[in-house]
């Protein structure tokens, strides 16, 4: 099992910041494909940002491009994602993911999530 955790999530206004963080077990250390996906309530699980082979590669997605960084320390074994400019519209449940057979990873994709954690941003 990933026994993957997420935490971080909280309450910002528009325009601020926070970084989520995921541990989980040693098989999420040898994990080759990590990554975030989100859900907002009555939308569709929307993937967010993923990182493949420790760090070599990374995707975003369109909509948070040049606002979300997502980064691994592997001697701690947690994933991260720093997100900066939150807009209302980012306003979901983050879920930490694990191991995908496609890349980018669709949201459907991972074998393993979290709980999650609700980030909330107001106008």
């Known amino acids: 099992q990933m026994n993957l955790v997420e935490s971080g999530g909280g309450s910002v206004q528009a325009g601020g910041s926070l970084r989520l963080s995921c541990t989980g077990s040693?098989?999420?250390?040898?994990?080759?494909?990590m990554g975030w996906f989100r859900q907002a309530p009555g939308r569709e699980r929307e993937g967010v940002a993923a990182?493949?082979?420790?760090?070599?590669?990374?995707w975003y997605a369109d909509s948070v491009k040049g606002r979300f960084t997502i980064s691994r320390d592997n001697e701690k074994v947690i994933l991260y994602l720093q997100m900066n400019n939150l807009k209302p519209e980012d306003t979901a449940t983050y879920y930490c993911a694990a191991e995908c057979d496609r890349w980018p990873p669709p949201p459907f994709d991972y074998k393993y999530w979290g709980q999650g954690t609700q980030v909330t941003v107001s106008s």
């Open positions: 990182i493949y082979v420790g760090g070599a590669t990374s």
């Open positions: 040693q098989l999420f250390a040898s994990s080759h494909c």
